[in-house]
């Protein structure tokens, strides 16, 4: 079973960074993508994704200010962002997609003066 833990929430005044991680533990295998996704109001949106060899794609919302990046050896996805806006608050969660779709638990960003 995959299991994926959040990390670096908190609150950030606009205009300032984060930087999110998410560790993948337990039956791994194979070729498999990774995500980030923020819910607000019950609605859950892409934000960003990074396919096993590299590829991204971004919320156009957010495009030019957030960065994922992945370290394989370590089954970790990073999403560093910048120029964050209030309307960036929401909770972000990881997505894994491989052999199954697993989901982390969430980090709180709060983005407020």
């Known amino acids: 079973q995959v299991h994926l833990v959040e990390s670096g929430g908190g609150l950030v005044q606009p205009g300032g960074s984060l930087r999110l991680s998410c560790v993948a533990s337990g039956g791994i295998s194979g070729f498999y993508s990774m995500g980030w996704y923020r819910q607000v109001s019950g609605k859950r949106e892409l934000v960003a994704r990074i396919?096993?060899?590299?590829?991204?794609i971004y919320a156009d919302s957010v495009k030019g200010r957030f960065t994922i990046s992945r370290d394989n050896a370590k089954n970790t996805v990073y999403l560093q962002m910048n120029s964050l806006k209030p309307e960036d608050t929401a909770v972000y969660y990881c997505?894994?997609?491989?052999?199954?779709?697993?989901w982390g638990q969430g980090t709180r960003v709060t983005v407020s003066s």
């Open positions: 997505n894994l997609l491989g052999l199954g779709d697993y």
């Open positions: 396919a096993s060899g590299g590829s991204t």
